[in-house]
Structures are given as C-alpha cells and as structure tokens.
C-alpha cells in the first residue's frame, strides 16, 4: 500500500527545508534593517531569541532539541513574529483553558484557505462562527457516549490488523499505517478498505489530500506564499509546481473531501450505511435549523478528521512498538495480566477494559512517552494580555511544548524511561494522572481523543494478546538494537525499524 513513506518524508522535509531557507534569507535581510520595538507596560516575557537557542527552521527541528529547562513561559521573536512557548501544563492550562476566549485563535492562514482550497480544514480555521460550527458536529458526534457505536468497525480493524501481522510479520509498520487509515476512514465514513487499499478512489483521494496538506500548511512554503503570492500560480510541470499552484491543490482538496462523503450519501439513499461519523452528523444537523449549510459544513468537518486523525492514531502505535521492545519486562507484565483476568482462549475486548489497569497504564505511558505532535498546533493570543506579570502581545503566537510538559521531571520521574507505573499507585490501581496534554489545550482540544483512545486501547491490549514484539535478529543471529530515526514536523513518529512480531497463540 502506498503510504507516506520515509523517503517521501526526507523529501517533503528537504524540499520544505529549502523553501523556508529561501524565505529566510528574503525576509531576514528585510528584518535585519528593523528593530523590534517592545510595546509599553509589562516586562516582556524572558528572552531565550538567541538563534543558537530557537531554530527558526521549526518545524524541521527536532523535537529532542526542545529539551532544556528553558523556563515554564519564553518568548522569541523571529522574523518579527512573537512566538511564547509553554513549557509547563499548569501554565497551558491556565492560558488555554482558563482564558480560553483569548486563546482559541490560529495563525493567519488567509494567504492559503481560500486560493488552495484549505477553508475546509477545522484544524486551520479562525475561532470564529464556521470554526463553531464544525466543534459543534465534532462535539455531538465523537462524545464518549456515542463512540461506542463505532466499537465494532474498531474490532473489525484489529481483526484485520492481526492477522496481516501474522502473515507478513515484517510488514509490521505498513500494517500499523494501514490500521489506522482504515479505522478512520471506517469510523468517520463507513468505508471499508479492500485488502490492497492503493486502488480504492476514496482512499487514494484522502491519502492524496492528506499528504498535501502536510507540505503546503507548513510554516516554510505558507511564508513563501505569503512572500510570493506569484507562487499561486507556479505551472505544475515545474519543480514544486505541485504544490504550490493553487488551483491544482484546489482540486485534490475537493476530491479529498467529496469522494468518499459522495459514496456514503451513495449508501444512505440505498439504505446501505453502517454507524458512522458523518452518518450520525447528517442525520443530527440536515433537514434541521440547527446549523445553516448542514450539508457542507458536515462534508468539511469529515475532510479534516480523516487527515487529523489518521497519521496520529498509527503514530501513537508505532511509539507503542518501539517501547514494547525496548523494554520487555513491561510488556511481559502487561501480557501476564491480559492472561490473567482474560485468559488464552479469546482476545481482549473493550468489556476488559476497565479490569486491566496495567494495559491501561501502558497506554498513557505511550502518550506521554513520545507525544507524536510534540510542539501541538500553536494556537494565537486575540489580544494582548498580562500573565504572571509578563506582557503576552496581541498577535502572539502560543506553542504547547507538548515535549517539555511529557518530560517534566518534577511530575514524571525520570522521564526518558518507558514506566506504565508511574500511573498506578501502591495497591496497582490507576492514578487520576491521565496525561491529556497529548490532545492539547482549551476549546482547540482534540475532538478525536475518545475515539482514538478505543482505536490505539484495542490495538495494544490485542497485539499484546496474540503476539510477543521483540528485538529481531540478523542472518548470523544477531540481535538488532533498534535506533529508528524519527519523523520531523508537526508529528513525530518513529520510522521502520527491525523487530519481530512472533505468535504467542497458535
Ligand atoms: C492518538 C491520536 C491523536 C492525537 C495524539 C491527537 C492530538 C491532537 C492535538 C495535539 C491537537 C491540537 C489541539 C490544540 O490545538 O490544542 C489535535 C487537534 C485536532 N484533532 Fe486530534 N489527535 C489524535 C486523534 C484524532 C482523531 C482520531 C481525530 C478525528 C476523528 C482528530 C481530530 C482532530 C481535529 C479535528 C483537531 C483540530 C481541532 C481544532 O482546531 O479545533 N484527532 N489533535
């Protein structure tokens, strides 16, 4: 199946690379001449804008260079943009929860939304009225309550996965991508995947649209845009022409979101829908006065959950892997459990659940572990405003430091090490520490984490069950340490490394 792969990933990122670069030197000649001039009242938030400490190439950083104790709340400015960066949860949340009507904003993306097509996107939009809109189906439709319903297409999935990991074990990582793209595309359209996804129009229209979003919604190419509005119209026949000219990323945008939302209405008319997200919308918000322009406004909200949650759901269980077989004692204790309360004869299911406090464990460890979007999606400061005696500006740019905050050794003990129980108390039950700063902050909180939490729960606690995941061995034997070289950007996953899925059931 043709999912992203690493070396698309090197070129995304090499290509994107050069174009920030070439944005850089264009603006930075231009900053150069102009002082920052700080606005009067408060002191301006702690200075860390030495470049040597900030790497204004975010976000083909890597995550790990995040990691010094910078302070809870720093500012930079680069390239005459005010940026704070929040290291701490505590600060997060009073920002962005607490003052969550200053906070909810995103970066002006007014350059892109309209001319390629991207106004769709939920994630991008304004805290205005469409953006409501949108947290409105999100909200009704993926509640806890209500995505119970979408528990048997998750079964179905993981059926599916398991097994294609026994037959092609070292197709490991493209069967974890293939999981959750089919979970997604599952849940939020009823749409099943056939065995070799990569000639289904649908899937293809998706993962087309999906891959580029990512290019063309990062930092490097929307600054060209903004710096070179010629670019819009850069022929696709030259380098980067695909890309940038808006009128062809207009048209996979459309596909991306109509050819799947145009078969589901297929289906509906004919009686022939399962349970799914945008079924349950449409049947909540069209035909009512609910929501004006139900219709699209449902179509829209669909287009982005399948690209929000798709890359997040496989990377989380990537992470997963990675630590089962770098430390095997856990993922023997969380098998012994599995044994105990379920037994060998059946797997676990979601009844399980609850009475599997160590699987549980394992699951929040591998959400604090490696967040898979390390620095969040920066949200926007409305206005400006006073914390702590600090002036945040108006305009401000706010990046959860998601990184920071899972590696607070304050909360988490030694952090760098993989220990479920660090969320289980003396007598072995859950702690009340669930770590939900992985799914951001305030009204922009993710709308998908139920759902995704029962897609990532059932794959592990299944996995678990059916087979060991350990270090794999070379022609002579050896054993292969794993040093997977990750995946930069807005997420951050491990890339394939060796390892062995082998059969615990037989
Ligand atoms: C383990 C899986 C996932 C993780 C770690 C994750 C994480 C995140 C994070 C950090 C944000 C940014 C929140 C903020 O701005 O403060 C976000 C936003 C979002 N997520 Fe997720 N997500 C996951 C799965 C999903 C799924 C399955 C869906 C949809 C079904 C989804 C839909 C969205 C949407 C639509 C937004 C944008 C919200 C807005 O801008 O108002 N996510 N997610």
New binding site residues.
């Given amino acids: 199946m043709s999912l992203t792969t690493p070396t698309m990933h090197s070129a995304i990122s090499i290509s994107a690379a050069i174009a920030c670069v070439v944005v850089l030197a264009t603006i930075r000649a231009r900053h150069r001449l102009r002082r920052r001039r700080l606005p009067p009242g408060p002191p301006p938030l702690p200075l860390i804008g030495n470049t040597h400490q900030v790497d204004p190439s975010y976000p083909w950083l890597s995550f790990t260079q995040w990691k010094a104790p910078y302070g809870d709340l720093v500012y930079c400015n680069v390239l005459g943009q005010d940026i704070v960066i929040v290291n701490s949860e505590k600060v997060a949340e009073d920002l ?1 929860e607490k003052r969550s009507r200053n906070y909810s904003d ?1 970066m002006d993306m007014s350059d892109m939304l309209e001319p390629y097509g991207m106004d769709f996107a ?2 991008l ?1 304004n805290h205005n009225a469409t ?1 409501q809109a ?2 409105r189906i ?1 909200q009704q439709t ?1 509640r806890p309550e209500v995505v119970v319903a979408y528990q048997s297409t998750q079964l179905h999935c993981t059926a599916n996965l398991t097994q294609s990991l026994a037959r092609a074990p070292s197709e490991w990582w493209k069967h974890i991508r293939s999981f959750s793209a089919a979970i ?1 595309i599952g ?2 359209y009823d749409h099943e995947l056939p065995e070799n996804p990569e000639h289904d129009v649908s899937f293809k229209a998706v993962l087309d649209g999906s891959e580029l979003g990512v290019i063309i919604a990062s930092p490097g190419p929307v600054a060209l845009v903004k710096a070179i509005p010629l670019v819009k119209q850069l022929p696709t026949w030259m380098p980067g022409g695909q890309w940038f000219n808006a009128a062809a990323c207009k048209r996979v945008f459309n596909k991306m979101v109509g050819t799947p939302f145009d078969e589901l209405l297929g289906r509906i008319a004919t009686g022939k829908a399962g349970p799914c ?1 945008a079924a349950d919308a449409l049947a909540k918000f069209q035909d009512t006065k609910k929501l004006e322009n139900a219709e699209q406004v449902v179509k829209d909200v669909c287009g ?2 399948y690209s ?2 798709e890359e ?2 496989g990377s ?1 269980l990537i992470v997963f892997t990675l630590a089962m077989v770098l430390y095997p004692d856990i993922q023997k204790r969380a098998q012994d459990e599995i044994e105990s309360i379920v037994g060998s004869s059946r797997l676990p299911d979601f009844n399980d659940r609850s009475a599997l406090p160590y699987i549980e464990a394992v699951f929040r460890e591998t ?1 604090r572990w490696r ?3 390390p620095l ?2 920066p ?1 926007v400061a409305a206005n400006e405003d006073v914390y702590d005696g600090y002036l945040i500006p108006k305009g401000a740019v706010i990046m ?1 430091n ?1 990184w920071a905050m899972s590696q607070d050794s304050t909360k988490y003990p030694s952090p760098e090490t993989f220990n479920p129980e660090r969320f289980l108390d003396a007598t072995g039950k859950l702690t009340t520490d669930t770590p939900n700063f ?12 139920h ?2 939490s029962g ?2 729960w059932i794959a592990i606690a299944q996995i678990l069950a059916a087979f060991s995941i350990e270090k794999a061995k070379d022609a002579a034997g050896n054993v292969i340490e794993p040093n997977p070289g990750w995946k930069r950007g807005l997420s951050s996953y491990p890339l394939p490394f060796p390892c062995s899925f082998v059969p615990r059931r037989h």
């Fill in positions: 962005m995103r939920t994630v939009l953006w949108h947290r999100l993926l997604v849940t939020i997200v982005t959950a929000a949650g997040t759901t989380t959400l967040p898979v979007v969040a999606i949200h959860p998601l992985a799914f951001g902050f305030g009204r922009r909180v993710c709308p998908g984490r759902l995704a897609s990532v």
